[in-house]
């Protein structure tokens, strides 16, 4: 069982009964608005987040270099989705850990992310190469 998961629950569970205690009903009635506001600006950010992610290209990126130097290990999915506003592509298969995402800018350079439940594991960014150039600086035959 992933146990980030749990720690939500259990502190609104503690948070109600705390509540119960020092100010009885109208106590509960304070935390559960609270929990309720809490919530509801989670649920607004994420469909804030998708709606973004759904007006862009899938997979796409500005610049892969630049969200090469901007991820962090343990960062969400949902985080690299705003950072990048738009979905990775799927590159494992469904349903399956760890969960393996790209996305590609312009210039042909992508960005790999690698999740596990959810949290980036390990990223690689591939850029092209450059075409071979001669000493004049024009493209070798």
């Known amino acids: 069982m992933n146990w980030r998961n749990a720690w939500v629950p259990l502190v609104g569970a503690v948070l109600v009964v705390a509540s119960y205690r020092t100010y009885g009903w109208m106590g509960v009635a304070g935390a559960v608005g609270l929990l309720l506001m809490w919530l509801l600006l989670h649920f607004t950010r994420l469909m804030t987040v998708l709606k973004k992610a759904a007006d862009s290209p899938m997979g796409h990126v500005g610049s892969a270099v630049m969200?090469?130097?901007r991820l962090r290990v343990g960062v969400s999915l949902m985080h690299v989705i705003a950072m990048t506003r738009s979905l990775g592509v799927l590159q494992?298969?469904?349903n399956e850990q760890p969960e393996v995402y790209r996305w590609?800018?312009?210039g042909g350079s992508h960005v790999t992310c690698e999740f596990q439940?959810?949290?980036l594991l390990a990223w690689t960014?591939?850029?092209p190469t450059p075409p071979d150039t001669g000493?004049?600086?024009v493209p070798a035959p």
């Open 117 to 119: 439940h959810g949290r």
């Open 125 to 127: 960014l591939v850029r």
């Open 135 to 137: 000493q004049a600086g």
């Open 92 to 94: 494992s298969r469904e």
């Open 104 to 106: 590609t800018d312009a």
């Open 67 to 69: 969200l090469n130097a």
